[in-house]
């Protein structure tokens, strides 16, 4: 199925930290791919702004390098590469001084879309901000894109809102949360409020529980300073597996426009119940094989931060009362596997006898890899014998179901960055939605402090501690298996 590729507004797109890790690996080849659909129009502008001194060819050449590094070899075609690199362009800046504003200033042109995409350390948010201002680059109808970590917790995250609420409105701020932007994650909206099969059953008295899982094979690759700091529970929880519990939990918006979205996931966070230790469990993986541990790839040999973590969370409201969702993410896994499983409960009485063993019926939403969605139901065994039951998958891979075309699912950065553009903030994160996950996710981290809680180790290529089996054990349940 070819698909319909609409392109936004002319622009001029400045990317500070344009050098950058994540400009080099999802911005810019995001970018290119846009612009290899035709989304991006002939006026579009995307300029790098960073320290290093270097002219437009030099930028040009870093970014050459990153697309033949990031983009499946089978859409880089060397002309579409030159068309694309001449839309680029270069300024050196020092951020916290006046160096490379006056001529940043210059290169903006009138009468396109202005995007800034902060892709540098929060420190220096205000900086830019100021500066975007003082220099009169940014205009009232501006965007600024902010990356995570958006805080270290709630009092850095509303510092950070105040900072940027001094040159910039709600409306012209677009902080990213790249799970939004999974194909899967936007399909489990669709799923959810454009069939009537699944809302009648979405609530307490037909779900039994909920399971997020977002596993990683990869440890912390290079980035042990931040995550040390950081923790699976501030990397991962407070915001990527926040959003998925809240679009699975919030009440249907009355549209799919932004605050109505927005105020929805708000109610559900702000739902939730503070965490009891006894429903969290923390890990650290180990040195195997010779492998380094999570201490060793950080540097710091007496390391109490979690690289896993499972929590059962209660959503305290009419519709979840008595459905937990049981959460957990980690590094080092076994596969690289993120799924939301919604288990539905037993029919109230089966007609087929104790004999015939039921099984549950599972909803699950493959984000990656193989995204699809499934739905495990009970028919009966095919042939003679009787009446004998089996759970067969209903099965909705994206690749198969929509054919040619279907497998180049676009990276989550493509879309949310064509939303900046379009003025959509459906997919971005509101400024009170990532303060009060903080204010859930704070008091979590301050108890463990508090208790000098140590994450018990696991191994890895593993499902992550045995103490995370516990915590379904005890309600009777059990972790589905994290298979690639
Ligand atoms: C980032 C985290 O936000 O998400 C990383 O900082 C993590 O630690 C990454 O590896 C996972 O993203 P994805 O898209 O690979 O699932």
Redesign the pocket.
């Known amino acids: 199925m070819v698909s319909r590729v609409i392109p936004v507004d002319p622009f001029d797109l400045v990317i500070f930290g344009g050098t950058g890790d994540l400009a080099r690996r999802k911005i810019l080849p995001g970018l290119y791919r846009r612009f290899l659909d035709g989304q991006m129009p002939p006026e579009a502008r995307v300029i790098g702004a960073a320290r290093s001194e270097m002219d437009e060819d030099g930028y040009r050449d870093f970014v050459r390098a990153a697309i033949e590094e990031f983009v499946d070899a089978r859409r880089r075609d060397p002309e579409r590469i030159e068309a694309f690199l001449e839309r680029l362009g270069y300024v050196a800046i020092d951020a916290r001084g006046t160096g490379g504003w006056q001529e940043l200033r210059d290169r903006m042109r009138a009468g396109v879309v202005r995007a800034f995409y902060f892709s540098v350390a929060p420190a220096l948010f205000g900086d830019l901000a100021e500066r975007l201002h003082g220099f009169g680059i940014a205009d009232g109808d501006s965007r600024l894109v902010v990356e995570?970590?958006f805080g270290h917790d709630l009092a850095s995250a509303r510092a950070l809102n105040t900072t940027l609420a001094a040159h910039f409105n709600e409306a012209q701020i677009y902080r990213i949360?790249?799970?939004l932007g999974?194909e899967t994650v936007q399909n489990l909206m669709a799923v959810r409020f454009a069939n009537i099969l699944f809302e009648p059953l979405w609530n307490a008295q037909y779900v039994d529980h909920v399971q997020i899982t977002?596993a990683?094979t990869?440890g912390?690759?290079g980035?042990g300073s931040?995550?040390d700091q950081?923790g699976?529970m501030r990397?991962?929880v407070q915001?990527?597996l926040m959003q998925l519990l809240c679009l699975i939990a919030m009440e249907p918006p009355n549209r799919f426009d932004p605050d109505a979205v927005r105020d929805e996931k708000l109610k559900v966070i702000r739902a939730l119940d503070p965490v009891a230790p006894e429903d969290i469990v923390r890990g650290q993986y180990g040195a195997v094989g010779g492998q380094p541990g999570y201490r060793e790839d950080v540097g710091n040999s007496d390391s109490r931060t979690e690289s896993y973590v499972a929590l059962r969370v209660h959503v305290s409201n009419w519709r979840w009362k008595g459905t937990p969702f049981y959460l957990r993410t980690g590094?080092r896994l076994r596969a690289?596997s993120?799924e939301i499983a919604i288990t539905f409960r037993e029919p109230p009485h089966s007609i087929f006898g104790e004999d015939e063993r039921w099984k549950e019926n599972v909803l699950v939403i493959r984000?990656?890899p193989n995204e699809g969605i499934k739905l495990r139901v009970m028919i009966k065994e095919p042939g003679p014998g009787g009446m004998r039951l089996v759970n067969v998958p209903l099965d909705m891979s994206f690749a198969e179901a929509l054919g040619e075309g279907g497998t180049d699912i676009p990276d989550?950065y493509e879309r949310l960055i064509m939303d900046v553009i379009r003025g959509n903030q459906t997919l971005f994160m509101r400024g009170d939605e990532v303060e009060a996950a903080w204010a859930w996710t704070d008091p979590v981290i301050a108890e463990w402090v508090d208790a000098g809680s140590r994450p018990v180790s696991y191994d890895p290529g593993t499902s992550g501690p045995e103490d995370a089996l516990m915590l379904m054990h005890r309600d009777g349940r059990r972790w589905r298996e994290i298979t690639p």
């Open positions: 995570k970590p949360d790249h799970y999974k977002v990683e990869v912390v690759d980035r931040y995550y950081s699976a990397d991962m915001n990527h590094k690289r993120s984000l990656q989550a």
